[in-house]
Structures are given as C-alpha cells and as structure tokens.
C-alpha cells in the first residue's frame, strides 16, 4: 500500500487565489512528522512545511498551511493568495517514527504539478 | 550559509564506468541520505548514515555505494553504472531522531548511456 498518497497530478490556480493540494498518508506509528516540499523546473527541493503527529495546531508558514486531520490521515498543502512564482512541483513527505527511522528517511508521495495562471 | 552541496550537478558517462557524486553538509548534521527521482515515483531513499561509519541500506541499494569517513561527507558511488541508474539524485541531511527538517542539495542529474 501507498505510504503517501497524492491524487492531484496536475493543478490549475488563478494568481491571488488559495489552492489546496492533497495529500493523505498511511502509517501505524503514533510518533510521525510530515513536510511539504515545492521542486520548481530548476530540480531543488525547498522545505515549505512541518506538521508533527502531536502537534495540536494545524502549521503555518507565511503563505503556505497545512490542514492536518488526523483521524482521516490527511495532510493537505493550502497556499493562500498563489502567485506565479509558485508554479512547480509539490512533495508530500512522511517521516515515521521508530528507534531509527531509517535515519530519518522520508517518504515521498508523487507530487502534484501546480501551474499558476494570469 | 547552511547548505548541503552536492556535485556534479550534471553528469553524463557510459555505462560500467565508476563514478562519485560527492555529498557535503556544513551543519554538522549526523543523519544524511540518499535519494533518487523517477519520474512518476517520487523520491526513493538509496542509502542512509547516521553518524561517521555507520551507515546502511535504504530502499532502492542495488548498484550504489557509500561511505562515511567524516561526518560531514557522504559520497554516493556507482561502481558500474546501468542506463536503469539514470536519474535525478538528491542528497540530504538532517540533525538527530525525528528530525522536523531535512537539509536537501541541489541535486545531480546523472545520464548513464
């Protein structure tokens, strides 16, 4: 089974609207951190995002939030106000607890391709 | 500036020729990784280090080696590349257990043929 799940391959936003991007993750550790990364055409990977399994609060970061559900094991990236610049790649990772975790090995979803339009 | 640095960041070769993709973190980070791109499959853990000589299998190890002889150096080497070893590679870093951020490099565009 899909540790990470993202059905969105592609996505269309207008520039200065919100956008969500899914993502829906599977684990049977109670201890587990999930990121968000945004990969442009130029190929790095930037860290957006950070939610914990125990944090109460959803995760803010400027423009980007994360919508954690934790009974429906979702993860979903909101980007409010999007701007063309945020055309790229969207990562959906999963870190799983464990004594090591595979040294902190994170597992990726897919990806969702965001494309920003005028 | 805390950065993993990786190079090349493009690199073409034929195949059965050894190559290194050197791997270098200025955070003192213990834990660094491997990673591969496919398209279609997101990234894939190769190998992994958790501190300096220790370092072990991730999920995709076939064809790759590592070593980590200092902490902040993890070399991935390809022994005898395959044109099924064409991808985009990431290298990463992050400090200690449960870590809530992971350092990645620029990545290397490797094309075997």
């Known amino acids: 089974a899909q540790k990470i799940t993202q059905t969105q391959p592609g996505m269309f936003v207008q520039e200065k609207e919100a956008v969500t991007l899914d993502c829906t993750y599977d684990t049977s550790d109670q201890s587990y951190g999930l990121f968000w990364y945004k990969q442009p055409s130029s190929g790095e990977m930037i860290f957006l995002i950070y939610?914990?399994?125990?944090?109460?609060q959803n995760a803010t970061e400027g423009r980007y939030s994360l919508n954690f559900q934790k009974a429906r094991k979702s993860a979903n990236l909101v980007i409010s106000a999007s701007q063309l610049g945020d055309s790229a790649m969207y990562f959906c990772?999963?870190?799983?607890?464990?004594?090591?975790?595979?040294?902190?090995?994170?597992?990726f979803g897919t990806g969702t391709q965001l494309k920003v339009e005028l | 500036e805390a950065q993993v640095t990786q190079n090349p960041r493009y690199l073409i070769t034929v195949t059965g020729k050894k190559l290194t993709v050197t791997c270098s973190q200025n955070m003192n980070h213990e834990y660094m990784s491997w990673y591969r791109q496919d398209p279609g499959l997101g990234l894939r853990q190769i190998y992994y280090?958790?501190?300096?000589?220790?370092?072990d299998k991730g999920d995709v190890p076939e064809g790759y080696k590592v070593s980590r002889k200092e902490k902040r150096n993890f070399p991935l080497i390809l022994e005898s590349p395959s044109p099924n070893q064409t991808s985009l590679y990431f290298c990463a870093s992050s400090f200690g257990q449960r870590t809530t951020e992971a350092f990645f490099g620029q990545g290397t565009r490797l094309t075997v043929v």
């Open positions: 280090s958790m501190n300096v000589e220790v370092t």
């Open positions: 939610q914990g399994s125990y944090d109460e």
């Open positions: 990772a999963m870190r799983e607890g464990g004594l090591t975790g595979g040294g902190n090995k994170l597992t």
